[in-house]
T-cell receptor, first 113, second 114 residues
Framework: AQSVTQLDSQVPVFEEAPVELRCNYS??????LFWYVQYPNQGLQLLLK??????LVKGINGFEAEFNKSQTSFHLRKPSVHISDTAEYFC???????????FGAGTRLFVKA | KAGVTQTPRYLIKTRGQQVTLSCSPI?????VSWYQQTPGQGLQFLFE???????NKGNFPGRFSGRQFSNSRSEMNVSTLELGDSALYLC?????????????FGPGTRLTVL
């Protein structure tokens, strides 16, 4: 069975500052990794995904994430955040053999002016 | 291409009642997954349907059930509602045929149980 841990429930940050949202996962098999974003009163939108290959993955809106197999982590980063990045971010894993996705509890990013 | 649509967007029910939620996937998508989102539990996987068959199931009681029609539209039913069923119910669709599960989410149905 897989599990996903998002280490921070809330992350406040000032506009134009860098941010890192942390995600660790546990799985006995190979996985695919995802980050989703949820803006208020909306569904989730895919930010980026890691399937294989380069461990540094670039997504939409200037976000990127790095897959670290030895540390079983998939942290999300952005070098300079905007007010509009205020949202909830979810890390998710899917085992490569199935079609079931497990989500982390979410990290609420709050960007202050 | 139209996105995933969910109806109704908001619903208020009382304990003991039952409710049916509807999800229309993106055209061509054959997989529909359902999630329950609450502040305390985050997103919890309910079940996934592919070509009218339940392919995966989460750890929810039998009061939660679903089905998928031949046009890939899906419904989720919750019987004998409890206060704890108050949540945002999200539906996600995907092609369902690739080995990774890139999902496209609808806006959700917010269910309030009084």
């Amino acid at each position: 069975a897989q599990s996903v841990t998002q280490l921070d429930s809330q992350v406040p940050v000032f506009e134009e500052a860098p941010v890192e949202l942390r995600c660790n996962y546990s799985s006995s098999v190979s996985v695919y990794l995802f980050w989703y974003v949820q803006y208020p009163n909306q569904g989730l939108q895919l930010l980026l995904k890691y399937l294989s290959g380069s461990t540094l993955v670039k997504g939409i809106n200037g976000f990127e994430a790095e897959f670290n197999k030895s540390q079983t982590s998939f942290h999300l980063r952005k070098p300079s955040v905007h007010i509009s990045d205020t949202a909830e971010y979810f890390c998710a894993v899917t085992d490569t053999g199935g079609f079931k996705t497990i989500f982390g509890a979410g990290t609420r990013l709050f960007v202050k002016a | 291409k139209a996105g995933v649509t969910q109806t109704p967007r908001y619903l208020i029910k009382t304990r003991g009642q039952q409710v049916t939620l509807s999800c229309s996937p993106i055209s061509g998508h054959r997989s529909v997954s359902w999630y329950q989102q609450t502040p305390g539990q985050g997103l919890q996987f309910l079940f996934e349907y592919f070509s009218e068959t339940q392919r995966n199931k989460g750890n929810f009681p039998g009061r939660f059930s679903g089905r998928q029609f031949s046009n890939s539209r899906s419904e989720m039913n919750v019987s004998t509602l409890e206060l704890g069923d108050s949540a945002l119910y999200l539906c996600a669709s995907s092609s369902g045929t690739t080995r990774y599960n890139e999902q496209f989410f609808g806006p959700g149905t917010r269910l309030t149980v009084l």
